[in-house]
């Protein structure tokens, strides 16, 4: 330890751009890395229409990770999307499907119900005050799972209106519309996390509750939109899932929450709260997209491509362990 | 300088990882493409299933893999880690049209979600065929699979061949609304009812082998004279005759799907048949009838995959083509 300090310090001027570009772009070299890789190993991943299928396999976990920044810039975490997301395209599907009423009310009906169980998360962690989000999401999580397969008894509901698959179906070019909502959704979230009050607040909630508090901040206030947020995000998520299938399933996004916290955590976003960018959430989500897609165009089977992914996982965030660990001696 | 080597290491590593992961997929694609030229030359046959991780599946799996090799085309198997994962399954049949195979032969999971996908592989001109579970894709080549009804009469066939006319008999279905498990019960009851038999308790277990358990035993509490058991799955057969054995009865009881555990306990003397699917041959007449959709020849659009009958007399045969088939 005492032979890295000497050496560090020694090297610092080199150093220093080094550690600043790594600190920055240490995901995106991953991907890049990646890309690079498995361009190398197939001559099927450089194409357009395999780009174009990354990134419409990618938009569904961008959405849902995007939604689960925000819980962890604040120190928690939103174990519940992925049946936020079921038990959201399950009513819409009632709605607009099984009622056949107007689709737009059954968008409504989606968008709502994932504010709803976002904003109870919310509720249960202030209000309530258990003792950590991990509790009150795991909670809504089966709370959630549950009613999405009681309300058709486990039945999926497949024939949406064309307006409710637009999103998850239609193209722009060869552009997927899913994944321009995915980079209209990233730049209001960048702009909300930073050029807005809130958006600050949940930086700073994050970095210290106590002294956030103290400063004044109406944190409860703020972690319960935080919370709402991720919902929202999760029935959206649905809404595009619905559109790529053409079909709502009380299954949807089973354990959909594990790729979202992945993503944000590979994307450079720290556990502890404070630390993470939408950007990097981003490319987070992609590395994972591109990882499953390269093993499929490399018939690598699935069992093994869970392995490679919880290695990438482990991998990212010992780069951020060395980073602040740096950081901290400089 | 060291640590960021070592940063950079760890990237490097995972780059590796993945190269690693490249090679050991290209072994597993079992299949060789030497023999049988023309139309075949270059086609691969890509075979997406619910998932490679149940036996069921590996046994389709082998299938799969045995027509490839035998009939000289390359046949990529792939499939998620569960059947909980349908986006996944949906996911890897948009990977396999990006590489245009031949022909496409599918086991949908939810059958609603993939026909998007499938719509786009057959506008390409990619033969689909679907293979165990159906789904409402109006280009498809063919559906090969059998019909749980089918199964559920030849069950009721085997279970009245057992008794005598007029003898009491229970059945036990799977979950309420369980569309598959449901026609094998109503097979059943038809073939049972046309030999004369009575039909006096018919009651859902899940398809839980405790649940059946308790379920059978309630059922012996109010019919004491029942001669007979049929059950829409193994695991569901063998709950109910642990509470038959319970209660020091001796009456047959007959499952379906044709598992290890339960072929198993048939050559013990205890479970008196199965009905089994074969998932072996779904695998090996999807690929097998793929190829005749690439060579432009005529394919069925409903085939029948078959039906065994499994009793005491050919367990033990049974029991060792399911053990030399996954050993691959």
Same mark, same amino acid.
């Given at each position: 330890?005492?032979?890295?300090?000497?050496?560090?310090?020694?090297?610092?001027?080199?150093?220093?751009?080094?550690?600043?570009?790594?600190?920055? +772009?240490?995901?995106?070299?991953?991907?890049?890395?990646?890309?690079?890789?498995?361009?190398?190993?197939?001559?099927?991943?450089?194409?357009?229409?395999?780009?174009?299928?990354?990134?419409?396999?990618?938009?569904?976990?961008?959405?849902?990770?995007?939604?689960?920044?925000?819980?962890?810039?604040?120190?928690?975490?939103?174990?519940?999307?992925?049946?936020?997301?079921?038990?959201?395209?399950?009513?819409?599907?009632?709605?607009?499907?099984?009622?056949?009423?107007?689709?737009?009310?059954?968008?409504?009906?989606?968008?709502?119900?994932?504010?709803?169980?976002?904003?109870?998360?919310?509720?249960?962690?202030?209000?309530?005050?258990?003792?950590?989000?991990?509790?009150?999401?795991?909670?809504?999580?089966?709370?959630?799972?549950?009613?999405?397969?009681?309300?058709?008894?486990?039945?999926?509901?497949?024939?949406?209106?064309?307006?409710?698959?637009?999103?998850?179906?239609?193209?722009?070019?060869?552009?997927?519309?899913?994944?321009?909502?995915?980079?209209?959704?990233?730049?209001?979230?960048?702009?909300?996390?930073?050029?807005?009050?809130?958006?600050?607040?949940?930086?700073?909630?994050?970095?210290?509750?106590?002294?956030?508090?103290?400063?004044?901040?109406?944190?409860?206030?703020?972690?319960?939109?935080?919370?709402?947020?991720?919902?929202?995000?999760?029935?959206?998520?649905?809404?595009?899932?619905?559109?790529?299938?053409?079909?709502?399933?009380?299954?949807?996004?089973?354990?959909?929450?594990?790729?979202?916290?992945?993503?944000?955590?590979?994307?450079?976003?720290?556990? +502890? *709260?404070?630390?993470?960018?939408?950007? *990097?959430?981003?490319?987070?989500?992609?590395?994972?997209?591109?990882?499953?897609?390269?093993?499929?165009?490399?018939?690598?089977?699935?069992?093994?491509?869970?392995?490679?992914?919880?290695?990438?996982?482990?991998?990212?965030?010992?780069?951020?362990?060395?980073?602040?660990?740096?950081?901290?001696?400089? | 300088?060291?640590?960021?080597?070592?940063?950079?290491?760890?990237?490097?590593?995972?780059?590796?990882?993945?190269?690693?992961?490249?090679?050991?997929?290209?072994?597993?694609?079992?299949?060789?493409?030497?023999?049988?030229?023309?139309?075949?030359?270059?086609?691969?046959?890509?075979?997406?299933?619910?998932?490679?991780?149940?036996?069921?599946?590996?046994?389709?799996?082998?299938?799969?893999?045995?027509?490839?090799?035998?009939?000289?085309?390359?046949?990529?198997?792939?499939?998620?880690?569960?059947?909980?994962?349908?986006?996944?399954?949906?996911?890897?049949?948009?990977?396999?049209?990006?590489?245009?195979?031949?022909?496409?032969?599918?086991?949908?999971?939810?059958?609603?979600?993939?026909?998007?996908?499938?719509?786009?592989?057959?506008?390409?001109?990619?033969?689909?065929?679907?293979?165990?579970?159906?789904?409402?894709?109006?280009?498809?080549?063919?559906?090969?699979?059998?019909?749980?009804?089918?199964?559920?009469?030849?069950?009721?066939?085997?279970?009245?061949?057992?008794?005598?006319?007029?003898?009491?008999?229970?059945?036990?279905?799977?979950?309420?609304?369980?569309?598959?498990?449901?026609?094998?019960?109503?097979?059943?009851?038809? =073939?049972?009812?046309? =030999?004369?038999?009575?039909?006096? =308790?018919?009651?859902?277990?899940?398809?839980?082998?405790?649940?059946?358990?308790?379920?059978?035993?309630?059922?012996?509490?109010?019919?004491?004279?029942?001669?007979?058991?049929?059950?829409?799955?193994?695991?569901?057969?063998?709950?109910?005759?642990?509470?038959?054995?319970?209660?020091?009865?001796?009456?047959?009881?007959?499952?379906?799907?044709?598992?290890?555990?339960?072929?198993?306990?048939?050559?013990?003397?205890?479970?008196?048949?199965?009905?089994?699917?074969?998932?072996?041959?779904?695998?090996?007449?999807?690929?097998?009838?793929?190829?005749?959709?690439?060579?432009?020849?005529?394919?069925?659009?409903?085939?029948?995959?078959?039906?065994?009958?499994?009793?005491?007399?050919?367990?033990?045969?049974?029991?060792?083509?399911?053990?030399?088939?996954?050993?691959?």
């Amino acid at each position: 330890m005492r032979e890295l300090a000497v050496n560090s310090s020694e090297t610092n001027v080199e150093k220093k751009s080094v550690k600043h570009y790594l600190s920055k +772009f240490g995901a995106l070299i991953g991907l890049i890395i990646l890309c690079t890789v498995l361009t190398i190993l197939s001559d099927k991943f450089l194409t357009i229409n395999n780009i174009m299928n990354i990134a419409r396999q990618s938009s569904i976990n961008a959405l849902l990770a995007l939604g689960m920044l925000l819980p962890i810039l604040t120190a928690g975490i939103d174990l519940s999307v992925g049946s936020i997301l079921a038990i959201s395209i399950m009513l819409m599907g009632i709605v607009s499907v099984n009622m056949g009423m107007h689709p737009i009310l059954g968008i409504l009906v989606c968008l709502l119900v994932g504010c709803f169980f976002g904003w109870l998360n919310g509720i249960l962690l202030t209000k309530l005050k258990l003792p950590h989000p991990f509790i009150s999401t795991l909670g809504t999580m089966n709370i959630a799972r549950g009613l999405a397969l009681i309300v058709t008894a486990a039945a999926p509901i497949a024939g949406f209106p064309y307006l409710i698959q637009f999103l998850g179906r239609e193209f722009v070019g060869p552009i997927p519309v899913s994944f321009l909502l995915v980079i209209v959704m990233y730049i209001i979230f960048h702009i909300f996390l930073t050029r807005t009050k809130t958006g600050r607040y949940i930086y700073a909630i994050g970095g210290n509750k106590e002294a956030a508090h103290l400063s004044g901040i109406n944190v409860d206030r703020v972690l319960v939109i935080v919370y709402t947020i991720s919902g929202f995000m999760a029935s959206l998520a649905g809404l595009v899932m619905v559109g790529r299938v053409n079909s709502a399933f009380p299954l949807a996004g089973l354990s959909y929450e594990l790729d979202a916290i992945a993503a944000v955590i590979i994307g450079g976003a720290s556990f +502890f *709260g404070g630390v993470g960018t939408v950007w *990097g959430t981003l490319i987070g989500a992609l590395i994972i997209a591109v990882l499953r897609n390269g093993l499929n165009l490399l018939n690598v089977s699935a069992d093994f491509q869970m392995a490679v992914i919880g290695f990438v996982i482990i991998a990212a965030v010992y780069v951020d362990v060395i980073r602040q660990r740096k950081s901290k001696k400089d | 300088m060291k640590k960021w080597v070592k940063s950079l290491g760890v990237v490097a590593m995972a780059a590796s990882m993945i190269i690693a992961s490249g090679c050991g997929g290209e072994k597993s694609s079992g299949g060789s493409s030497e023999k049988e030229g023309n139309d075949l030359e270059g086609k691969t046959i890509s075979v997406v299933l619910k998932t490679l991780s149940s036996p069921y599946w590996k046994y389709v799996e082998a299938g799969a893999k045995a027509a490839g090799k035998e009939l000289g085309v390359e046949v990529n198997v792939v499939g998620p880690a569960s059947e909980s994962q349908v986006i996944e399954q949906v996911n890897m049949i948009e990977d396999q049209i990006n590489q245009s195979p031949g022909a496409l032969v599918v086991s949908p999971t939810q059958p609603s979600t993939v026909v998007p996908s499938l719509e786009q592989a057959t506008q390409q001109g990619i033969p689909v065929l679907l293979i165990d579970t159906d789904a409402e894709l109006k280009d498809k080549t063919t559906f090969i699979g059998t019909e749980n009804f089918t199964a559920g009469q030849e069950a009721g066939k085997l279970l009245a061949s057992m008794l005598n006319k007029g003898d009491e008999v229970a059945l036990i279905s799977g979950a309420l609304g369980n569309t598959a498990t449901d026609e094998r019960i109503k097979g059943a009851k038809k =073939a049972l009812e046309d =030999a004369g038999m009575k039909v006096v =308790a018919e009651q859902p277990a899940d398809s839980d082998k405790s649940k059946a358990m308790s379920v059978m035993e309630n059922i012996l509490q109010n019919n004491k004279n029942i001669k007979g058991v049929f059950a829409a799955n193994d695991d569901m057969a063998l709950g109910v005759l642990r509470a038959v054995e319970a209660k020091g009865m001796k009456i047959p009881v007959i499952g379906t799907d044709g598992t290890v555990e339960a072929v198993e306990s048939i050559i013990a003397g205890k479970l008196a048949g199965t009905i089994a699917q074969s998932p072996y041959d779904m695998g090996y007449l999807g690929v097998e009838n793929a190829i005749k959709a690439i060579k432009g020849e005529k394919v069925e659009k409903r085939i029948d995959s078959g039906i065994d009958v499994i009793t005491k007399e050919n367990a033990q045969e049974k029991l060792e083509f399911l053990k030399s088939i996954t050993k691959e």
